[in-house]
């Protein structure tokens, strides 16, 4: 239960692979915090270990040295049944390829998140509408991804992201897949639900323009933060 403190505390997180008979150092002792409603833009090179940060931080992987808090919990023992209890109900995803269920509409794939947490029908129904509406979607509610744009699968992928109303939303590189215009659109309509929901965020990025928008930006490089 987390009593003011931060949303994400990392201590001394450490990941190391064996390739090829040789040691690599992806993350050599990250130390982060992350406050309440904080959006914080976690910006560095293709291959800086982005991505094995957010999997540490969304507890999605084992292997990891150091210790892991979420909402002041000490996660990084937890076994695999409370792991996903704590994912379920502190934490959200957006991945740079929408990952949308293909068989259901956009609300439906809005829906389905929070039926999974135990939410009413009627009651998921009307945030997935109120979210995918705040998103400019609202005339898309029926359409299948396969009708959407880019952009417009992304932005599904947002509201279903927010649908559980997480305490923090991980997302890896959210814009990578769109264009420059679609991007900074996408961008501001994520960062402005975020903040209007109250949650924190943490955004991998190698984008120098995109991470100035959001509230603090740290560094990954050489497996350590700056």
């Not at 002041?72 to 995803?93: C, I, K, S, W």
């Not at 699968?153 to 305490?167: E, G, K, S, W, Y």
């Not at 984008?207 to 350590?224: F, I, T």
Request: charged share 20%.
């Amino acid at each position: 239960m987390n009593s003011g403190g931060p949303i994400v505390s990392l201590r001394g997180l450490k990941r190391t692979f064996e390739q090829g008979g040789q040691r690599i150092e992806v993350l050599r002792g990250v130390d982060l915090d992350i406050q309440p409603g904080e959006i914080v833009a976690l910006l560095g090179p293709s291959g800086s270990g982005k991505s094995t940060m957010l999997q540490a931080v969304g507890l999605l992987e084992g292997g990891f040295d150091g210790s892991i808090a979420i909402a002041g919990e000490a996660a990084e023992t937890l076994p695999a049944d409370q792991r996903t209890r704590v994912r379920r109900e502190h934490l959200g995803f957006v991945y740079q390829f929408h990952h949308l269920l293909p068989d259901f509409d956009a609300t439906e794939n809005v829906v389905m998140p929070q039926m999974i947490a135990g939410t009413a029908r009627d009651a998921a129904l009307e945030r997935s509408q109120s979210l995918l509406t705040s998103l400019g979607l609202g005339h898309r509610l029926t359409h299948r991804p396969s009708q959407l744009s880019g952009g417009e699968q992304q932005r599904v992928a947002v509201a279903r992201a927010l649908a559980n109303q997480p305490t923090l939303v991980l997302a890896d590189e959210p814009t990578g897949n769109l264009d420059e215009s679609t991007s900074d659109t996408v961008l501001g309509q994520f960062l402005a639900l975020v903040r209007g929901e109250g949650s924190a965020a943490l955004v991998a990025t190698h984008n120098e323009r995109l991470a100035s928008r959001m509230d603090r930006v740290v560094r990954l490089h050489d497996g350590v933060l700056s």
